[in-house]
C-alpha cells in the first residue's frame, strides 16, 4: 500500500469501529420492530427499566432512573432522568428519528393465483420508494407474526426468514423497446409482485404439508394467504402452520450493510434513512448513561417513531399522541404534570428537540439539483435542513442553537436549503413541534441515494453524530441558560 493511500486510510481509522457496529445493527434491523427489538436489548443491557403502558408512571419514576417502553412494539421511547432534576426547574432534551424506510409489504392476503407457472406473493408499496431499485435483488421476508397459543393465548412474535427467498426480477433488455428501457416505468401494481417459487416444483409439497393443515381450519383469513409463505414462517418459529393467526411482513434486501470506499470511508446499506439516526442516538443515550446521571438536571429521551415514510399519522407515528402523552406522563410522574399547569408550562420551555432524519449529501453527478450554497457533503458533518415554508421545523433560534452547540463541541456543520424550483420533503419535526410546543430543529447525516433499497453515507457522520448528541445531551442546559429570549 503506498503512503497516501496509507494516510488515507489510516484518516478513517478511528471511526471503523462505531461504524462496523452500526454495520451489525442496520443488518439485524431489516424493519421497525427488528429494529426497536435490537435498541430494546441494548437499553436492558445498560440497566434501563421497562414501563407499561397500561400501568401508571407515577410511582414508577425517580431522579436518576433509566426507563423505556414501546407502543406496538415498532415506535420507542426511551429516557434517563437526571439525579439532580427538579420539578419545573429541569427540561426534556429530546432526540426524534423514525423506525421505517421504503419497502414492500406483504398485502392482507398475500395470495396470488399462479402466473405462468411461477408462485407470485402479493405486496403493496410502502412509502415513497426507488422502485426500479427493489429489481433484481435477494429478498427476505420479516415482521410481526401473531401465534394462537392452544390455550387461546395470542402472542406476539418476530420473525426473519433471511435467505434470499423472493425476487422481483427486471424484465431482459431484448424485450423491450428503445423507449421502454429509456423509461424504465414501473408500474407498482403490475411489476413489483415477486417470485417465491416456480408453482411445478412446490404443488407436490403444497399438497402433502401446508394444504393439509390448512384444511384443519375454518380460518377464513389463512385461506387467502400463500401457503409457501405460511409455512416458511411456521418452519422458521417452529410452530404449526394453524397457529399463525396474523402477520405484518415486509421484503427486504439480504445483502448486509458494509464498509466501502478506498479507505472505507463510505457504508453502504439499506435502511440507512432512518435507522442510522436510531443507531447513532443510541449511541449517544447509552453514552450519556454511562458519563453518570449524577450531576444532570433535566430529562434526556430518545424517540423513534413508526411511519414518517406514509405522512406520520397513525396510532404511534410521529402525528399520534405518544411523544405529547410521553411528556406529560413522564412529567406527571416527577410531579410537575397537568395537576400543575405552570410547572408542565415551565417544563416545556425549558425543552428542546433534535428531529434528526438522513438529509441529502451533493451528488457529484447532479450536482445541479442542489442550490450552490447548500450542498452539503458526506463526511463533512451533519446538516441543519431549512424550509421557510415550514417542511421544516428548523427557524433562526434553533438552528442557532444547533450550530453553537456544534462550535462547543468542536464538530463541523452543514447547510441545506431546497433550490426553488425543486420540491421539499419533510420530516417529523413540523409535526412533533406542533404536537408539543417545543422548540424543534431539524438537521440530519448526509446521504446518496434517499430512498433506494440500499443507500450510502459517510462513515465519518457517524461519530459526527454521536459527538453531537453527546453534546446536546452534556450542554444543552448551559446554553440556554444564556439565551434571555
Given at each position: 500500500m503506498s503512503s497516501?493511500?496509507?494516510?488515507?486510510?489510516?484518516?478513517?481509522?478511528?471511526?471503523?469501529?462505531?461504524?462496523?457496529?452500526?454495520?451489525?445493527?442496520?443488518?439485524?434491523?431489516?424493519?421497525?420492530?427488528?429494529?426497536?427489538?435490537?435498541?430494546?436489548?441494548?437499553?436492558?443491557?445498560?440497566?434501563?427499566?421497562?414501563l407499561q403502558n397500561k400501568a401508571a408512571f407515577t410511582g414508577n419514576l425517580e431522579a436518576g432512573g433509566k426507563y423505556y417502553y414501546t407502543v406496538h412494539q415498532?415506535?420507542?421511547?426511551?429516557?434517563?432522568?437526571?439525579?439532580?432534576?427538579?420539578?419545573?426547574?429541569?427540561?426534556?432534551?429530546?432526540?426524534?428519528?423514525?423506525?421505517?424506510?421504503?419497502?414492500?409489504?406483504?398485502?392482507?392476503?398475500?395470495?396470488?393465483?399462479?402466473?405462468?407457472?411461477?408462485?407470485?406473493?402479493?405486496?403493496?408499496?410502502?412509502?415513497?420508494?426507488l422502485w426500479n431499485t427493489w429489481f433484481d435483488r435477494d429478498l427476505g421476508i420479516s415482521g410481526k407474526i401473531l401465534v394462537r397459543s392452544p390455550d387461546g393465548k395470542i402472542e406476539s412474535k418476530l420473525v426473519n426468514i433471511t435467505d434470499p427467498v423472493a425476487r422481483v426480477s427486471n424484465l431482459c433488455i431484448h424485450l423491450q423497446s428503445g423507449e421502454e428501457r429509456k423509461a424504465f416505468k414501473v408500474?407498482?401494481?403490475?411489476?413489483?409482485?415477486?417470485?417465491?417459487?416456480?408453482?411445478?416444483?412446490?404443488?407436490?409439497v403444497l399438497e402433502e404439508s401446508t394444504e393439509e393443515q390448512l384444511n384443519k381450519t375454518e380460518d377464513s383469513w389463512k385461506s387467502q394467504q400463500e401457503p409457501l409463505l405460511l409455512q416458511l414462517i411456521a418452519e422458521k418459529l417452529g410452530i404449526p402452520v394453524e397457529q399463525i393467526a396474523d402477520f405484518e411482513l415486509n421484503l427486504y434486501d439480504t445483502q448486509g450493510a458494509a464498509l466501502g470506499g478506498v479507505a472505507k470511508e463510505?457504508?453502504?446499506?439499506?435502511?440507512?434513512?432512518?435507522?442510522?439516526?436510531?443507531?447513532?442516538?443510541?449511541?449517544?443515550?447509552?453514552?450519556?448513561?454511562?458519563?453518570?446521571?449524577?450531576?444532570?438536571?433535566?430529562?434526556k429521551v430518545v424517540v423513534f417513531f413508526d411511519h414518517e415514510e406514509v405522512g406520520s399519522d397513525s396510532s404511534h407515528g410521529a402525528g399520534s399522541p405518544v411523544i405529547e402523552e410521553a411528556i406529560r406522563r413522564i412529567s406527571a410522574g416527577l410531579g410537575s404534570g397537568a395537576d400543575s399547569p405552570d410547572l408542565y408550562a415551565q417544563t416545556i420551555n425549558k425543552s428542546f428537540i433534535l428531529s434528526i432524519d438522513q438529509a441529502h449529501a451533493v451528488h457529484p453527478n447532479y450536482a445541479g439539483k442542489h442550490e450552490a450554497t447548500h450542498a452539503p457533503k458526506m463526511n463533512a458533518g451533519l446538516v441543519i435542513k431549512t424550509n421557510q415554508n415550514q417542511r421544516y421545523a428548523t427557524n433562526g433560534v434553533t438552528g442557532f442553537v444547533l450550530r453553537e452547540l456544534a462550535r462547543m463541541g468542536s464538530l463541523p456543520i452543514q447547510e441545506f436549503c431546497v433550490r426553488n424550483d425543486c420540491p421539499c420533503g419533510s420530516t417529523i419535526g413540523p409535526t412533533i413541534s406542533t404536537r408539543t410546543g417545543v422548540r424543534t430543529v431539524d438537521a440530519g447525516m448526509p446521504q446518496l441515494s434517499m430512498h433506494s433499497c440500499r443507500e450510502v453515507m459517510g462513515t465519518m457522520d457517524l461519530t459526527h453524530g454521536v459527538e453531537l448528541f453527546k453534546t446536546f445531551f452534556k450542554r444543552f442546559r448551559e446554553l440556554d441558560e444564556k439565551m434571555d429570549f
Amino acid at each position: 500500500m503506498s503512503s497516501t493511500l496509507q494516510r488515507l486510510t489510516s484518516s478513517y481509522a478511528k471511526h471503523l469501529p462505531l461504524a462496523e457496529d452500526a454495520c451489525k445493527f442496520l443488518t439485524a434491523s431489516p424493519d421497525p420492530f427488528h429494529a426497536v427489538a435490537e435498541c430494546v436489548k441494548k437499553l436492558e443491557q445498560a440497566g434501563f427499566r421497562a414501563l407499561q403502558n397500561k400501568a401508571a408512571f407515577t410511582g414508577n419514576l425517580e431522579a436518576g432512573g433509566k426507563y423505556y417502553y414501546t407502543v406496538h412494539q415498532s415506535t420507542l421511547v426511551a429516557f434517563t432522568v437526571g439525579q439532580k432534576y427538579v420539578p419545573g426547574q429541569g427540561g426534556f432534551h429530546v432526540i426524534g428519528g423514525h423506525t421505517d424506510s421504503p419497502n414492500l409489504k406483504v398485502k392482507p392476503r398475500s395470495l396470488k393465483p399462479p402466473k405462468n407457472g411461477c408462485i407470485m406473493l402479493g405486496v403493496e408499496c410502502y412509502g415513497g420508494g426507488l422502485w426500479n431499485t427493489w429489481f433484481d435483488r435477494d429478498l427476505g421476508i420479516s415482521g410481526k407474526i401473531l401465534v394462537r397459543s392452544p390455550d387461546g393465548k395470542i402472542e406476539s412474535k418476530l420473525v426473519n426468514i433471511t435467505d434470499p427467498v423472493a425476487r422481483v426480477s427486471n424484465l431482459c433488455i431484448h424485450l423491450q423497446s428503445g423507449e421502454e428501457r429509456k423509461a424504465f416505468k414501473v408500474n407498482k401494481e403490475d411489476h413489483t409482485s415477486p417470485i417465491l417459487a416456480t408453482e411445478a416444483e412446490m404443488k407436490k409439497v403444497l399438497e402433502e404439508s401446508t394444504e393439509e393443515q390448512l384444511n384443519k381450519t375454518e380460518d377464513s383469513w389463512k385461506s387467502q394467504q400463500e401457503p409457501l409463505l405460511l409455512q416458511l414462517i411456521a418452519e422458521k418459529l417452529g410452530i404449526p402452520v394453524e397457529q399463525i393467526a396474523d402477520f405484518e411482513l415486509n421484503l427486504y434486501d439480504t445483502q448486509g450493510a458494509a464498509l466501502g470506499g478506498v479507505a472505507k470511508e463510505f457504508l453502504y446499506s439499506a435502511r440507512l434513512d432512518n435507522l442510522a439516526t436510531v443507531f447513532v442516538a443510541m449511541e449517544a443515550i447509552l453514552a450519556h448513561t454511562k458519563d453518570g446521571l449524577a450531576d444532570d438536571e433535566d430529562i434526556k429521551v430518545v424517540v423513534f417513531f413508526d411511519h414518517e415514510e406514509v405522512g406520520s399519522d397513525s396510532s404511534h407515528g410521529a402525528g399520534s399522541p405518544v411523544i405529547e402523552e410521553a411528556i406529560r406522563r413522564i412529567s406527571a410522574g416527577l410531579g410537575s404534570g397537568a395537576d400543575s399547569p405552570d410547572l408542565y408550562a415551565q417544563t416545556i420551555n425549558k425543552s428542546f428537540i433534535l428531529s434528526i432524519d438522513q438529509a441529502h449529501a451533493v451528488h457529484p453527478n447532479y450536482a445541479g439539483k442542489h442550490e450552490a450554497t447548500h450542498a452539503p457533503k458526506m463526511n463533512a458533518g451533519l446538516v441543519i435542513k431549512t424550509n421557510q415554508n415550514q417542511r421544516y421545523a428548523t427557524n433562526g433560534v434553533t438552528g442557532f442553537v444547533l450550530r453553537e452547540l456544534a462550535r462547543m463541541g468542536s464538530l463541523p456543520i452543514q447547510e441545506f436549503c431546497v433550490r426553488n424550483d425543486c420540491p421539499c420533503g419533510s420530516t417529523i419535526g413540523p409535526t412533533i413541534s406542533t404536537r408539543t410546543g417545543v422548540r424543534t430543529v431539524d438537521a440530519g447525516m448526509p446521504q446518496l441515494s434517499m430512498h433506494s433499497c440500499r443507500e450510502v453515507m459517510g462513515t465519518m457522520d457517524l461519530t459526527h453524530g454521536v459527538e453531537l448528541f453527546k453534546t446536546f445531551f452534556k450542554r444543552f442546559r448551559e446554553l440556554d441558560e444564556k439565551m434571555d429570549f
